[in-house]
């Protein structure tokens, strides 16, 4: 007993999936909808994916959530300017240490494709390498989906009332998160 006290397990313990956190995550999904509509769907926005995957480890901890919720893999905050910058330390790095054991046309080359390089990934879509909001968008339908799931079994069973405002708020969410991406094809 006294061991576990001084060296706290590493994995959280699951929690049961109250009626009242249950509410919360509806009006959570909703206002996140909203949040995420604000945004180019087609941007890596570093904020929203940090948020999210901490709202997604939140999620993951709920014992009913955690089989369906646990398969939506983590949010990448990798924008273009972070690949950019990389290339470009690469470039500096092997100039900087290799530049002087090439022949000129040696360095003709390596500036040319390291320029190509910086050109490509200046194009190359962010969805490629990093979750645009877009596909933040489409992994918190997911989630919308899975708590509707859960809400149509009458698992929670919600009083009348509490249970059309439930609905409501996951119906909002999952409009206004399918407009949003549909509106961005």
């Known amino acids: 007993m006294e061991i576990s006290r001084q060296y706290p397990s590493r994995y959280p313990t699951m929690a049961e999936l109250t009626r009242k956190a249950f509410y919360q995550l509806a009006i959570e999904c909703r206002e996140r909808a909203l949040d995420l509509a604000r945004h180019d769907q087609h941007r890596v926005v570093p904020a929203q994916c940090s948020r999210f995957n901490r709202w997604l480890a939140g999620l993951k901890s709920y014992e009913r ?25 690469l470039w500096f790095l092997f100039v900087l240490f290799a530049g002087q054991d090439l022949n000129t046309n040696g360095q003709r080359i390596l500036g040319l494709s390291l320029t190509g390089a910086l050109i490509l990934l200046y194009f190359l879509p962010e969805r490629f390498y990093g979750t645009t909001i877009e596909l933040l968008e489409g992994k918190v339908l997911r989630v919308v ?6 809400l149509q079994s009458q698992e929670m069973q919600f009083s009348e ?4 405002q439930v609905k409501e708020n996951l119906q909002a969410a ?11 094809h």
């Open 145 to 150: 989906e899975t708590l509707e799931g859960i």
């Open 65 to 89: 959530l955690s089989t369906t919720v646990g398969a939506i893999p983590a949010a990448l905050p990798i924008t273009r300017w972070h690949l950019m910058g990389l290339v470009f330390l």
């Open 161 to 164: 009332a509490a249970y059309f």
């Open 174 to 184: 999952r409009a206004e998160l399918r407009q949003q991406i549909h509106l961005a």
